[in-house]
DNA sequence: GAGTGGTCTAGACCACCGT
DNA sequence: CGGTGGTCTAGACCACTCC
């Protein structure tokens, strides 16, 4: 075990003494240089967690003025942070759970060729399932991967477990993903999967994931029950925006 | 006019190298060291400036073997990056326009008023307008705010602008927004406005706009059209995330 | 003007990747 | 092993806010 970076030690110190609300929301923190001084780090070093924790939300700096505990609650529906199905509905504080796991090789759908730039109809794994949320039908989703990456059997030895923590195991962890939302309506198998009737409305999120070198390993789609799911995002203002936290 | 920072100035010079094709995607960087001398600056600002480029997706830094010249193209239609319903429209490469646009004094609709903490019912500024891609009809939308910030003659002023630009000139630049997405399908009033036969497939993003103290400012209810956009999100790998951007 | 966060520097050492 | 990016420090000065 790697002993975790200072600045996230010290994010993890302050993160306690915000959430044990021994600052309440909307106090203001301690100068840097006086914080910096009480914890015996660097102002730099204290600078950076405090991005960190900027970053999360937590935290608001305020030039020329002070460092102030934010207010607002955490996004729980988040879209850009909430990777997995079941994260997503465990966020709505139901249960997750899946059921009519199926795995196959199949050819690959059109879309699906495109995004791991193969020839369409190239054979690959998939894993087909229903996804509940304290027991109702919320979810039908299908994942797939190239056989080299995890074959059907494989696929199948984690029906109820995230695809992520396996695909991490072998060194190819996900970095990032880019979703595609559009609404949709249930056709004829969708709505068998998930018991509702054809023409309901829903979600319909298809994403593909790849490695920080930008190789694609995993494409879903996924279709959310409309009047289950909440989805947020967070948007940044007009002016310049970024994506990912830097130091 | 100030200078911008040291960072920033740092960041324009590579972003210029990068986009002009000096630079080919996938080729690596000189070192840290190197660059920052041959550009006579510290270390810790260059890579303050190369942490810029790589929340906008320019550059990939991978430890122990280099800095690389990303090969992705930036999504177009991002939601978490664009703001401006016109920016939405223009992405898609239409021409964005506006009509049908109507201000008035509106008591708030319940999800309004909590947006803004104010009684429910209370009159606040409201436009309506009807945004067109290449003249046809594709957003049916409503903004809100509070009557002491824009009042309706105000807001019918900039019938064919952007609203943000007018709120920054007061001092209350937009800072981040929340928004919410649902599937829906197109009611008797919507689809009046859109031209399209009711239940037709819409995408609907209720976002709450806040300065960077978190006060509320603006509030709005879009109805896309569902065939003619595509939306994406960008989603961080499992792990810890990030919002915004740090040093 | 005093105090706050924001920027920049110079130098050191560490963790990781490749050969 | 050498070279890369990652972290940390100490100190200086700047820009902004508030009294």
Redesign the pocket.
């Known amino acids: 075990m ?2 975790p ?5 010290i994010a993890d110190r302050l993160r306690e003494r915000l959430l044990s609300g021994e600052l309440n929301a909307g106090a ?7 914080l910096a001084r009480s914890l ?9 967690a ?1 991005a960190l924790l900027e970053a999360d939300g937590l935290l608001r ?7 102030y505990v934010t207010d607002y609650p955490q996004l729980r529906d988040d879209l850009s942070r909430n990777f997995a199905v079941s994260e997503m509905i465990a966020a709505t504080g139901l249960q997750p759970g899946t059921i009519d796991a199926r795995t196959s090789m199949e050819p690959a759908p059109p879309e699906v060729a495109a995004a791991f730039d193969v020839p369409p109809g190239t054979l690959l794994s998939v894993l087909r399932r229903v996804r509940t949320a304290s027991r109702r039908r919320v979810v039908d989703s299908a994942d797939w991967c190239l056989e080299e990456v995890l074959d059907p059997s494989e696929l199948s030895a984690l029906h109820d477990g995230s695809i992520y923590a396996s695909l991490a195991a072998q060194g190819l962890a996900i970095h990032h993903g880019v979703a595609k939302i559009s609404p949709t309506v249930a056709d004829s198998e969708t709505a068998r999967h998930l018991e509702v009737p054809v023409g309901s409305l829903l979600l319909t999120v298809f994403q593909v994931d790849s490695t920080v070198l930008g190789e694609v390993v995993l494409v879903s789609l996924e279709h959310y029950l409309a009047d289950v799911f909440q989805f947020s995002v967070y948007r940044r203002g007009p002016g310049q925006g970024a994506r990912s936290s830097g ?1």
Chains 1, 2 share one sequence.
């Open positions: 790697t002993t970076s200072l600045r996230h030690q203001r923190l301690p100068s840097e240089p006086t015996g780090v660097s102002r730099s070093s204290l600078r950076a405090i700096r305020q030039h020329g003025s002070g460092t130091e």
